[in-house]
């Protein structure tokens, strides 16, 4: 056995033969595309049933987001007792999820007792029951809740920014409020649940140790449902971003607040554009991991913020790339200069091949735990469909991290960064002499 020689760092070597598992795909009796992962040793499976709608399509999303927390109260015959006694007994769980424009209900079981867990989600999918009186318990418990995350400054501050964003009226704009929520009424759980949950045709995902017991299981379950029959189901609403040729700064005053949250939002090109994975890292240099840019000078630095971070987002309605943080009221017009000058510093001094080396490393470090099991893999697949990405995405994901240099980085940040709109909310009580 040879001794490691403790005097010289060891060589780093570049990640390779990083490749993602294809998925298979087909349709069920009842018209449902399920797409297959076999994939892993260990004798469990993870089943999506996912809609391509969400809260932004549907008519009330409030009552879609309760939906959400009801659908497992009680099916069937059982209530939600004993669906809760029954995943517990077979090391089985559930969950149910609402997005812009995708709901979810997700089951993790054990593959020798799928069989038990199974058609629970087949009652759930064609019979909720909604109990009347846990209806008003969670209603309540919903709007309490969302009482208190509406007086956070960060929840201000990402309201304050959305309508920035998309404008006054569009979905994404609109907040949730407690009174929104107790104005809920039961039966508009009914509505969605007809119009959404059965109205709409799904794809399901089913990813894990599969075999033929395991698939004609499923078919069985989900291809008898009969999808889609519904009149007036919800359909996919987008209203595309207005186009920003100036910047903005609105500002949520809370006089109590000793801190300041603070969301820049710069208008970008979409995922499809061809610069998009570039702009990603280039962001991700910025500000999307502990040693970025932002995070060097504003938090190790000048000591403004515990944490501050940047990210690229890209929707239907338009795409941003977004920076967000907390600090002390009085630091908050300096958090935003050092924001500016970090940017252009990017785009007009390109980084060390050092720094570029920690940002590449980091990232393929990131994309590597994409393949650590087949959910997570599945997960990946998932969003390749939601926007339409063909099955290459992730090699041309590493590709173009591979090919990264620090003039490449300097330009993107040059071309869709330092020249864009800054849409800057504020949420909490910045010093007036400090805001200029």
């Known amino acids: 056995m040879t001794e490691p020689n403790r005097l010289h760092a ?34 469990v499976n993870r089943l999506t049933v996912s809609w391509p709608v969400g809260t932004a399509d549907a008519d009330c999303p409030d009552a879609l987001r309760l939906l959400r927390l009801m659908l497992c109260e009680g099916a069937g015959t059982r209530s939600g007792a004993d669906i809760a006694e029954l995943f517990e007994f077979n090391g089985a769980w559930i969950k149910v999820e609402t997005g812009r424009h995708v ?45 208190l995350r509406r007086s956070k400054v960060e929840q201000k501050c990402a309201e304050l920014s959305n309508i920035q964003c998309f404008g006054r009226g569009n979905p994404l704009a609109l907040a949730q409020t407690p009174e929104s929520l107790r104005g809920v009424e039961k039966e508009r759980l009914d509505d969605v649940h007809r119009r959404l949950v059965l109205g ?35 359909v996919r609403k987008v209203i595309t971003a207005p186009v920003k040729a100036t910047g903005e700064r609105d500002v949520t005053l809370d006089e109590n607040s000793m801190q300041t949250a603070i969301k820049i939002a710069l208008p970008t090109v979409n995922r499809h554009h061809p610069d998009y994975e570039l702009l990603r890292y280039t962001v991700f240099a910025l500000g999307g991991y502990f040693g970025s840019r932002l995070m060097a000078n504003i938090r190790e630095d000048k000591g403004y913020t515990y944490g501050i971070s940047a990210s690229l987002a890209s ?4 795409a941003f790339a977004g920076i967000s943080c907390q600090a002390d009221n009085s630091f908050a ?19 060390t091949d050092d720094e570029l080396e ?6 393929i470090s990131g994309l ?65 002499g400090q805001m200029g």
């Open 368 to 432: 590597t735990t994409m393949l650590d099991s087949p959910f997570s893999i599945m997960d990946y697949h998932q969003i390749l469909d939601m926007y339409g990405l063909p099955p290459t995405y992730y090699a041309h994901q590493l590709e173009v991290l591979q090919s990264l240099s620090p003039e490449m980085i300097t330009e993107c940040a040059a071309k869709h960064l330092a020249d864009a709109p800054r849409l800057v909310a504020l949420a909490g009580n910045p010093s007036a």
């Open 10 to 43: 060891p060589e780093i070597h570049r990640l390779g033969g990083m490749e993602l598992p294809p998925v298979g795909r087909m349709r069920l009796v009842n018209g449902v595309e399920l797409v297959t992962l076999d994939h892993g040793r260990q004798p």
């Open 358 to 363: 920690i940002v590449r490393s980091t990232a």
């Open 200 to 234: 709409t045709m799904p794809t399901v995902y089913l990813a894990g140790a599969l075999d033929d017991r395991l698939l004609a299981q499923v078919e069985a379950v989900i291809g008898r449902i009969g999808f889609g029959m519904a009149t007036a189901p919800v």
């Open 315 to 318: 929707m239907p309605e338009g």
């Open 333 to 351: 017009q300096a958090v935003i200069d050092e924001t500016e000058k970090e940017i252009n510093r990017l785009a007009s001094e390109p980084m």
């Open 103 to 147: 709901t979810s209900v997700t089951l993790h079981s054990l593959n020798k007792s799928v069989g038990e867990v199974l058609p629970v989600i087949g009652d759930l999918i064609t019979a909720p029951t909604f109990p009347a009186d846990t209806f008003l318990k969670i209603r309540e418990k919903e709007a309490s809740a969302c009482a």
